[in-house]
């Protein structure tokens, strides 16, 4: 059984950081992409960040870029989320992704794309105030 676990969200004021993590058990995935989404009350499911477990480049929504960093330990099959300079419009429930439902697409218009993503966390809350 696939398990994605999250955990680190919190409250925080505008300007400060949190960390949040995705652990993942289960079985070794097919496909190696692991993503970040994030969903506000009333909004789609955004993506924010993804990257491969074996390495390459990051991806980042524009609204995060310079902000929030995606990062792995792959020794512990956990991948984090830094976020700096936080804002109120951050606010939101942050899900990880994994596992592509095809091996033939990668980068942007794959990685970003909620539909592609085969195993969800259950999420977790971060709430920035102003």
């Known amino acids: 059984q696939v398990q994605l676990v999250e955990y680190g969200g919190g409250l925080v004021q505008a300007g400060g950081s949190l960390r949040v993590s995705c652990a993942a058990s289960g079985r070794t995935f097919s496909s190696d992409a692991v993503a970040w989404f994030r969903q506000a009350p009333g909004k789609h499911r955004d993506f924010v960040a993804a990257l491969t477990w074996t390495g390459g480049p990051t991806y980042y929504a524009d609204s995060v870029k310079g902000r929030f960093t995606i990062s792995r330990d792959n020794a512990e099959n956990t991948v984090f989320l830094q976020m700096n300079s936080l804002k109120p419009e951050d606010t939101a429930v942050y899900y990880c992704?994994?596992?592509?439902?095809?091996?033939?697409?990668?980068?942007?218009?794959?990685?970003?794309?909620?539909?592609?993503?085969?195993?969800w966390g259950q999420g977790t809350q971060v709430t920035v105030t102003s």
């Open positions: 992704a994994a596992d592509l439902k095809t091996d033939f697409c990668s980068g942007y218009g794959c990685y970003d794309d909620r539909s592609k993503y085969v195993y």
